[in-house]
């Protein structure tokens, strides 16, 4: 439990006796946070892997990204890492999806169009 703490004493010596040897114990807490890691910034693949590992369950929304170096990057999720979260709750990730801009389609050839 966080901020508790325990004591134990033992008998010095007698010779060099001052009083007895207290030993203290602080928790700071579990070492593990409860909810999910914060994924936002890492790969798809490196994400999954990690919240996989931790005991949650993974869904992905994908979204259009016009800045290539999104693609494949989690953009946020839900709940927000360091939140408290129990083992197999859905941690939904937001994943970029880079389309870049749509190929030109070739100008009518028509030789009807041609000036003379």
């Not at 030993?23 to 990690?50: H, K, M, N, W």
Request: proline share 10%.
């Amino acid at each position: 439990m966080p901020g508790s703490w325990s004591a134990r004493t033992r008998q010095r010596h007698p010779a060099r006796a001052r009083g007895p040897v207290i030993t203290l114990q602080v928790s700071r807490g579990p070492r593990d946070l409860a909810g999910p890691r914060t994924v936002t910034s890492q790969t798809e693949a490196d994400a999954r892997a990690q919240l996989k590992a931790s005991g949650f369950d993974i869904q992905v929304v994908e979204e259009i990204v016009d800045d290539e170096t999104l693609d494949g990057r989690v953009l946020s999720q839900d709940p927000e890492g360091g939140t408290d979260a129990k083992q197999g709750t859905s941690v939904v990730i937001v994943v970029g999806r880079f389309r870049g801009p749509p190929t030109p389609r070739p100008a009518d050839t028509d030789d009807d169009d041609r000036p003379p």
